[in-house]
């Protein structure tokens, strides 16, 4: 680290999970009691470039060091061009530094797309993952719209359509993880229709999988749970009876 006194400074911020330097500001130092006070704008989060955001959203723990000071803006404008040429590997500075320099890096701008695509992607699958069998339930047997779909995940509606076309191969039969499941509550007499598969089923119910897959598939008696879960719909009264025969063994 490089200081002297001076009412200008160049600080950088530093990602702690990667020691890698991801920004390189300039700042004017205030007269105040406290370091962080003094350099105000070197430890303020606010306004600063959605790819700053995203790397502190995912790393809040970073450190802030304070480079050079100087009574010259035009030395500190200089040197802060020098440094963002130094780390513009790691950067996510959008122009290549100066308060009158206003070039934009176009390898950092290059950069900074490909990452950002790259946490888009990554928040996509995450969100797949944990919602798919939801929206698919939704989007078939509740018969939610693009719209109304959107308006409960919180999601656009393109990636809403993404998920819908990888998993929906027609409206009466999709993947074959997935199919419509009848549940029977014996102690409300009540049968629900849900989408999805055996898991998204086991968490819905809190039934283990081994259980759920022998009551399913097999003739196995089941007693852990007022529940009777079939593939083909019953009536209330068939499956009145089955579980009452097996409740009996």
């Known amino acids: ?7 200008y400074y160049i600080y950088r911020h530093i990602r702690l999970d990667k020691n890698e330097v991801f920004y390189i500001g300039i700042g004017t130092k205030k007269e105040k009691s406290t370091h962080k006070q003094c350099y105000y704008r070197a430890f303020r ?7 700053w955001n995203n790397i502190v959203n995912l790393n809040p723990n970073y450190k802030v060091e ?7 803006l035009d030395f500190i404008i200089e040197k802060e061009i020098e440094f963002i040429e130094l780390y ?10 100066g308060e009158v320099n206003k070039k934009v890096n176009k390898d950092s701008v290059k950069q900074i797309i490909e990452i950002n695509k790259k946490i888009a ?17 939704d989007y078939l047997i509740n018969k939610y719209s693009i719209n109304k779909l959107y308006k409960k995940y919180k999601k656009y509606p393109k990636t809403i359509n993404k998920i819908i076309d990888k998993y929906v191969k027609d409206k009466n039969n999709v993947c074959y993880k ?3 499941y009848f549940v029977y509550n014996y102690l409300l007499d009540e049968i629900k229709e849900y989408y999805g ?11 283990s999988y081994s259980s759920l897959y022998k009551m399913v598939n097999t003739n196995k008696k089941f ?4 529940y009777l879960v079939t593939i083909e719909k019953l009536n209330k009264e068939e499956y009145k009876n089955i579980y009452e025969k097996r409740a009996e063994n």
Do not use: W
């Open 66 to 72: 304070i480079l050079l000071e100087s009574d010259s």
């Open 178 to 180: 997935c199919q419509t």
């Open 197 to 207: 598969n055996l898991q998204y089923i086991c968490n819905l119910l809190k039934i």
């Open 223 to 226: 007693k852990k749970k007022n």
């Open 88 to 97: 513009k590997k790691t950067l996510c500075n959008k122009t290549s530094g």
């Open 45 to 51: 989060k606010a306004n600063r470039n959605p790819h």
């Open 1 to 7: 680290m490089i200081l002297n006194s001076g009412k």
């Open 121 to 137: 992607l990554q928040k996509r699958i995450v969100f797949e993952k944990e919602y798919k069998d939801e929206i698919i339930h």
